[in-house]
């Protein structure tokens, strides 16, 4: 499976290995069409079998603006690949990656982006809410 954390300046991106997400790459934003090629390529690269996208959904549970953003890739994506693409809840996932890579040290010293470790975070809490019994 791919993972993606999609937004608006870098689109993060993440490969399962078994059950275990790992990043992968961090595409810079040009246009959405590139971005899609960029992303099926890697796809079609890693031989997955499903792309879970990161939904931005508000704390209280409800879909903003940014979901509904975020759907609308989702969809022009599903166009342009021949595998499911789902979205699963991504509430905090920036946040939690953040504050460990504070509390590694991690961010600040490599000063880098975190969008790749976001998305292995969003894929990895797809995996495993499968992995749970009903």
Known sequence: MLGLDVGERR??????EGSVSVPLAIIE?????ADIARIAAIAVGERVEAIVVGLPVLP???EGEQARLTRAFGARLAEAVPLPV????????SRDVED????AGTHRRRKRHLDDLAAALI???YIDAQRRPA
């Open 29 to 33: 934003h040009t246009n959405r069409a």
């Open 123 to 125: 894929l990895q809490r």
């Open 100 to 103: 460990a890579a504070a509390s």
């Open 86 to 93: 789902l979205f699963h809840d991504e509430r905090l996932s």
């Open 60 to 62: 209280s549970g409800d």
């Open 11 to 16: 689109i993060g991106v993440a490969v399962s």
